[in-house]
């Protein structure tokens, strides 16, 4: 191809005048028909082509979120910031500091913590030298919190996004972005106190947010491992074989067997031994029930989890949320992270209402003990005890959003308080005077953004945005010292002197 300044000058203004319009097929037909040399006709195709591309390009440009995300109008994040204030108000009404960690750590900070869901973790290119990822969860942060700073005690609650790379199922409130919210007690206490009172704060949330009947079921790692252990499961396939038995939620025992006898090599009267106590679940009981197996009981570590539980059972008789709790052995909480009591609630019953269809919605609150986190982190290995719970924020904002859709609850987008009319011409600057006295004293108000608005479209704005309270000032009102103030709902105004109009309001939204 010619170099373009080879060109000559007749060329350049024939082939200037022809990068503007007509664009496409035209301009180039154009083109041959002025062009006498082979040679001059390519470099001229070539610009053209090169400025189309941009337009073609964009004409084929789809406009989406990635996959597995998602955006969030006005009304939802209304009812996202409701669920959270119920979640977090929690939290900070049992002692819990507030903690923010980074989007992403280096890549070797999360590397090897979560068994086979490492695989989901989202790796970043190298910008700068470090290998990062994005964080999977808001634990292992928190425990490379710990060890960085030496911190040996603490009480804290985060929320903040995390992201998984997997298939996401929206339907069930699952994304590859979403919020955790969690907390945490770090340090080394009496056993189980610490371990009760995160259970009855996971009872405190589900209750707080109305979802419906729900239940809490604890097991214990350690219990878990006794029973791989009195089975005759190879050490080496501990992790391997609870990350199987981890899915008894979602699949049957029969689909769970075939995982581990033919994917995972596990012999079958091994397999048939682990189902004869994972199918097991119940109470205070049942932990005196496996006391007594003559198998269960010669393992150290088992006896440990299940002296563990009892404890933790009285101190949840004395929380009063005994009745919410069950203890299941099929709960296994596939995260390597866990050392002793695990815990996880699910909704039995998402509907509060008849008319609304049930959703399966799977775990909604989940965590458990991790002792060995921090001492991972730590130079020397020193290890700092931690417990903490995890709220399933987009779970329980999916049910929350059915509900809203079946029973067609209208959603107020924002606390405006006051709306500032008028019903004639030129009250701008009075308008913006006055708003700004409301302002000033923390009222939350609104105008209109035109100099000279009609009364009626003001007042069915107020009436559309749930807006309680009007004050309406005109000639006369002005003339008289006084504002009208008016009553949305009841459509009653009365006047009221101007300088008293920021302590009429006060009151009239204190009572309200």
């Known amino acids: 191809m010619p170099q373009l300044g080879l060109l000559p000058g007749r060329a350049w203004t024939v082939l200037l005048g022809l990068l503007r319009p007509p ?81 992403f750590e280096l890549k070797e900070i999360l590397t090897e913590k979560y068994g086979e869901d490492s695989g989901l973790i989202y790796d970043l290119k190298d910008q700068g030298g470090e290998l990062l990822s994005l964080r999977y969860d808001l634990t292992v942060p928190f425990a490379r919190y710990l060890a960085m700073n030496k911190v040996k005690k603490m009480k804290r609650y985060h929320v903040g996004k995390v992201w998984r790379r997997e298939s996401p199922t929206i339907v069930q409130g699952r994304y590859r972005e979403f919020y955790q919210c969690d907390f945490d007690i770090a340090g080394q206490f009496d056993p189980m106190i610490p371990d009760a009172e995160c259970l009855k704060i996971m009872c405190e949330i589900l209750s707080g947010l109305h979802l419906g009947d729900f239940l809490i079921k604890v097991s214990d790692r350690r219990i878990l491992d006794g029973i791989f252990a009195v089975c005759g499961v190879p050490e080496s396939k501990f992790h391997a074989i609870c990350s199987s038995v981890d899915k008894l939620d979602k699949i049957s025992w029969k689909d769970v067997r075939h995982e581990m006898v033919v994917k995972k090599g596990l012999a079958p009267e091994v397999a048939d031994r682990i189902g004869d106590y994972v199918q097991c679940h119940g109470g205070i009981s049942l932990v005196e029930q496996m006391f ?113 859709k079946t029973f067609g609850e209208k959603i107020r987008t924002t606390e405006t308080q006051v709306f500032v009319a008028t019903p004639q011409k030129n009250f701008l600057q009075e308008r913006l005077k006055l708003i700004a006295e409301l302002w000033d004293a923390g009222i939350k108000a609104e105008l209109m953004y035109k100099n000279n608005p009609k009364l009626l479209p003001q007042l069915h704005y107020c009436e559309n945005m749930g807006i309680p309270l009007v004050v309406i000032i005109g000639e006369q009102e002005l003339k008289e010292g006084v504002i009208k103030l008016r009553s949305v709902a009841s459509r009653e105004e009365v006047a009221i002197k101007r300088e008293n109009l920021v302590a009429e309001i006060q009151k009239r939204l204190s009572e309200s």
Not at 55 to 72: A, M
């Open 292 to 404: 007594q197996d003559p198998r269960l009981s010669q393992n150290k570590q088992a006896l440990e989890g299940l002296g563990d539980l009892k404890l933790l059972f009285e101190y949840l008789t004395l929380f009063g949320v005994a009745e919410k709790v069950s203890f299941d052995l099929s709960l296994a909480r596939g995260l390597d992270y866990y050392t002793g009591v695990i815990y996880e609630a699910v909704l039995l019953q998402t509907p509060v209402h008849a008319e609304e269809e049930p959703l399966n919605m799977g775990s909604v609150a989940a965590g458990g003990r991790y002792d060995g986190l921090v001492g991972m982190f730590d130079p020397r290995g020193h290890k700092v005890p931690c417990v903490g719970l995890s709220i399933g924020v987009e779970r329980i904002f999916s049910i929350v959003e059915q509900r809203i």
């Open 23 to 103: 664009p496409g097929a035209l301009c180039i037909r154009a083109v041959r028909s002025h062009s006498q040399d082979q040679k001059y006709l390519q470099v001229a195709e070539a610009l053209i082509a090169s400025q189309l591309k941009p337009h073609q390009e964009k004409s084929n440009f789809t406009i989406k979120t990635p996959k597995g995300t998602r955006d969030l109008s006005p009304q939802q994040m209304v009812v996202r910031e409701k669920i959270l204030d119920v979640v977090v108000s929690c939290f900070k009404r049992h002692g819990a500091k507030g903690l923010d960690t980074p989007a």
